[in-house]
Structure formats: structure tokens, C-alpha cells
């Protein structure tokens, strides 16, 4: 059974950053798309960047574009979600996904298309 594991969570006031990170013991990431996703209380997970292991193109949902930026470590088999300018509505626990129905593309933010996923973490912006 693969578990991904994310890091990286915690407490952070209102413009700050955070970096998770996302790890695979024992998996390859090779011909998976890696997808950061966010739930907060009471709404629906929600998909919000992807990176594509077979050309390292990424994508992001209008509502982080521009302030975080998903990137990975092949020598680590790691994949991180660089967070910044960080505001309440961020408030969520944060998961990362493996898809490998896109053979290493991103192909959007299908639940059902992930496969392998982590146990989350949680983000909390607060001052």
C-alpha cells in the first residue's frame, strides 16, 4: 500500500508563508501527476496545483495563482508547495495526491483519478 506523506503544516499569521512537502517512501513518482488538494471545514476538497512528473509543467487554480508555486526533488522523490502571502480563507488541511491515469500529465482535479494519497496537513492562518 503506498501512503504519501505531507509535511510542513502549522500556524501562520495573515501574509506569511509555509512550504509542504510531500513525500513517497518506496514510490516513484515516474508517470504520475502529483496534485496538491485542500479541504476546509464544511466544503468540498478542492484541487488547487498539479505537476506533471513526465515534463514538469504545473497548473494552479485561480485561487492561488500567483501566490504559491508547486515544484518537486527528483534525488528526493519529493514534491513541495511553496505558500505565500497566505490569508484566513487558506484555512484548510492540505493533501497530496498521486494520478496516474494522465501517464505523468496533469489532467485535472478528479478525485477519482488520484490513486495514492497522504493523510494531510493542516494550514491554519491566524493572527
Known amino acids: 500500500q503506498v501512503q504519501l506523506v505531507e509535511s510542513g503544516g502549522g500556524l501562520v499569521q495573515p501574509g506569511g508563508s509555509l512550504r509542504l512537502s510531500c513525500a513517497a517512501p518506496?514510490?516513484?513518482?515516474?508517470?504520475?501527476?502529483v496534485g496538491w488538494f485542500r479541504q476546509a471545514p464544511g466544503k468540498e476538497r478542492e484541487g488547487i496545483s498539479c505537476?506533471?512528473?513526465?515534463?514538469?509543467?504545473?497548473d494552479y487554480a485561480d485561487s492561488v495563482k500567483g501566490r504559491f508555486a508547486i515544484s518537486r526533488n527528483d534525488a528526493k522523490n519529493t514534491v513541495y508547495l511553496q505558500m505565500n502571502s497566505l490569508q484566513p480563507e487558506d484555512n484548510a488541511v492540505y493533501y497530496c495526491?498521486?494520478?496516474?491515469?494522465?501517464?505523468?500529465?496533469?489532467?485535472?482535479?478528479?478525485?477519482?483519478?488520484?490513486?495514492?494519497w497522504g493523510q494531510g496537513t493542516q494550514v491554519t492562518v491566524s493572527s
Open positions: 495526491a498521486a494520478d496516474p491515469t494522465g501517464f505523468g500529465y496533469c489532467s485535472g482535479y478528479n478525485i477519482g483519478n488520484y490513486k495514492y
Open positions: 505537476i506533471s512528473f513526465s515534463d514538469g509543467t504545473t
Open positions: 518506496g514510490f516513484t513518482f515516474d508517470y504520475y501527476a
